[in-house]
């Protein structure tokens, strides 16, 4: 099986909102998407009420043409100061969208 650091990563600066669940409507909070590949996320959170191993949702649109709106469940797999790590808990396997978007050109 193939893993280039797991993934590709993608350094980026995208607004997010972070969920406690799906069914939520306030966010959990706000949040800055630093870097993202195809299996994880890597963001910046100011305030948070989640420890590693929550499970939160977060809400975001990518830069692209397409204005593409993506949501994810995540597990919070680090936690350093303000940098948060999250892995995707992905139900649906390969995201086309994301792979286009973070994949090099």
Known sequence: S???RKYYRKETYLH???FESSDSINPACDAIVTDISLTGIGFECASRNFDIGSVVVMKFILDDEE???IEKKISIES???KK???L???EKGF???LGKYILPK
């Open 2 to 4: 193939f893993n280039f």
């Open 16 to 18: 997010a909102l972070l």
């Open 67 to 69: 204005r593409s709106k």
């Open 79 to 81: 936690i350093r100061g």
């Open 84 to 86: 948060v790590g999250g």
């Open 88 to 90: 995707f808990l992905d």
């Open 95 to 97: 995201d086309k969208v």
